[in-house]
């Protein structure tokens, strides 16, 4: 079993590095595609991320435990819609459910899709850290070389992006699904995915915490594996 690290498309791969580097260390391999610039994507655009992200992990093989984060949540069915099978498992951590027929802005609160909205400059939504207070991203990354590595992935994405409904994908039943909160924030996200039937786990660290506490989240993501009764490594 390998694990599949997926970013939110408004951030980087290097969100995981430190998730990547602790698996690793315990022995289990991991690979960590990269989402294509958003702009850069043809319509509609779920389907090209997800058929974009199959194709930099068919061949090394599977099968796999696909991890999502934030934003990535949306992707996900798309992304086992495209890889032939070869993931057995989706961990949602800290990520946004699967949400077919509505788009980002129906799955944030009014309050946060009003703010991004007034933002907008020429049909462009700011990078992800311009969303906050510059104390924000402070408070979930410390400073050094992790997080330069991560301001300098993000970038502004087509509000077009945040208007597209996710596609009607069906979640496959043979694949197991999983939900671990790391912040209060994805509290009402977490409640959604127990709805959902899923196994669902709480840790009281932050959105980020994958870049600062990759042990605690590593060991929630191996006990998300072993509750969906499968073995990675």
């Not at 459910?97 to 907008?120: C, I, Q, Y």
């Not at 020429?122 to 410390?142: C, I, K, N, R, Y």
């Not at 899923?198 to 506490?213: C, F, G, I, N, S």
């Amino acid at each position: 079993m390998r694990f599949v690290l997926l970013h939110s498309p408004l951030t980087g791969p290097s969100t995981w590095t430190p998730v990547a580097i602790e698996l690793a260390r315990r022995g289990i391999d991991a690979t960590r595609p990269v989402i294509p610039p958003i702009g850069d994507l043809t319509a509609p655009r779920y389907a090209s991320a997800g058929q974009a992200v199959a194709a930099q992990i068919l061949g090394q093989g599977g099968p796999f435990v696909l991890a999502v984060h934030s934003g990535a949540g949306g992707l996900a069915p798309a992304v086992v819609a495209a890889a032939a099978g070869q993931i057995q498992a989706v961990l949602y951590v800290d990520a946004i459910p699967p949400h077919p027929g509505r788009n980002w802005f129906e799955t944030a609160s009014d309050m946060l899709g009003d703010s991004l909205k007034a933002k907008v400059v020429d049909g462009m939504v700011p990078a992800w850290d311009q969303w906050f207070p510059p104390e924000a991203l402070a408070s979930l990354t410390p400073e050094g070389p992790l997080r330069d590595a991560f301001i300098a992935e993000l970038a502004p994405t087509p509000l077009t992006w945040f208007e597209e409904a996710a596609p009607e994908i069906e979640l496959p039943s043979n694949v197991g699904w999983g939900f671990l909160r790391l912040s209060k924030a994805y509290e009402r996200e977490a409640g959604e995915a127990r709805r959902l039937g899923w196994p669902t786990l709480r840790r009281d660290l932050h959105h980020l915490a994958m870049t600062t506490h990759p042990e605690e989240v590593v060991d929630g993501m191996m006990m998300l594996t072993r509750l969906l009764g499968l073995r990675a490594g």
